[in-house]
């Protein structure tokens, strides 16, 4: 039986990162999928061309979205390859969409999309990682080529450190400053020592950018674990983990309970307790406040296993028994709306459900 709970957030980065990329390819295939009547509609205008025209244009469609396709997964390969160095290569592979079984258009476009989307993703999950290894662990993977620089060929030593650098983010002048004295000078004792200084702080921004990005990664993990396990979720917003707050989470049938998850991002723990929406004035107990702490804590460790497995870990600190504490009673008009809630009152019956 359990009462209010809290946990300690221990996150395997590249674990966390590729399962939020894995997400966010799989919700871009299904909005692709929502415009394919808007892309069949596109193919239809072709209705003007004779017969045999339109055989031929279909056909050179389909010729160019599976290039298309063929080059965009040939460059995913390649980055699997680097993700292979970092011991990852499986999870990884596994962010790819489904490759389209039919020849249907649109779902080759929407394949395409995500599968784009998901590329731009893992470039800069994987390029980040690499430069925020310790200078140590950089070395020994400092010699692999990344596809989008083999043609740069970095002449001078700052270039090949720069090289490193995230792609899209801003090198601070303090660095390019750095750079330019490594490049001038003629000391083989003073070009490492600044060699050593360009790579701290190559890895010390890197590994922040990694920091941020873990954070709305877990964010987007937590909100789709609990949709995937039959949740209704209040929208999580990427800052959660970042900033802090509150996320309130229920199953239809549950009347008036739901659970309020609290995030201390500084302390990186997260707190679950059962709530109750009451109408103001209301303060009575309820002989259900009990069943749905038990309910509760019968599910609690599903969500567990099911962060676990895409790198998010909740170690749990504390946990009251269930009735130790008062169910927290809380102002209806200032929660969230969920679907059912006008067809359950606080009388409603709590519904169960199998485990499995």
Request: charged residues 20%; glycine residues 4%.
């Amino acid at each position: 039986m359990s009462g209010p709970t809290t946990v300690v957030l221990t996150i395997e980065p590249l674990s966390a990162l590729l399962a939020a990329s894995a997400i966010h390819a799989a919700q871009a295939v299904r909005q692709g999928y929502a415009h394919a009547a808007e892309l069949q509609a596109i193919q239809q205008e072709k209705r003007h061309f004779s017969e045999q025209e339109q055989r031929a244009a279909q056909a050179k469609g389909d010729a160019d979205i599976r290039e298309q396709a063929a080059r965009i997964e040939a460059d995913f390969a390649q980055w699997v390859q680097i993700a292979e160095r970092l011991g990852y290569a499986k999870q990884c592979a596994a962010t790819r969409p489904a490759t389209p079984s039919g020849s249907n258009f649109a779902e080759w476009a929407a394949y395409i999309q995500a599968l784009q989307g998901l590329l731009t993703e893992l470039k800069s999950i994987l390029q980040t990682a690499l430069a925020s290894l310790p200078e140590q662990a950089g070395e020994q993977v400092a010699e692999i080529s990344l596809p989008d620089q083999a043609s740069a060929a970095p002449q001078t030593p700052s270039q090949r450190l720069l090289a490193r650098w995230p792609a899209g983010e801003a090198i601070p002048q303090t660095t390019q400053s750095l750079a330019r004295e490594l490049d001038a000078t003629n000391s083989p004792e003073r070009a490492r020592l600044l060699a050593m200084e360009l790579r701290s702080q190559i890895q010390a921004h890197s590994a922040a950018l990694q920091q941020q990005q873990v954070q709305k990664a877990t964010a987007t993990v937590m909100e789709q674990s609990l949709k995937d396990l039959g949740y209704q979720v209040e929208p999580i917003s990427q800052t959660l983990f970042v900033e802090g707050g509150m996320v309130h989470f229920r199953r239809a049938g549950w009347g008036d309970y739901m659970l309020r998850m609290r995030v201390d991002a500084k302390a990186q723990t997260v707190n679950f307790n059962v709530i109750r929406a009451v109408k103001d004035g209301q303060n009575e107990r309820s002989v259900l406040d009990h069943l749905a702490e038990d309910r509760w804590c019968a599910e609690f460790p599903a969500l567990l296993n099911a962060l676990a497995a895409q790198g998010v870990h909740l170690n749990v600190t504390r946990r009251l028994e269930a009735g130790e504490l008062p169910v927290q009673q809380v102002n209806a008009e200032i929660l969230p709306s969920f679907p059912d809630e006008e067809v359950y009152s606080s009388t409603s019956p709590l519904m169960s459900r199998q485990l499995p």
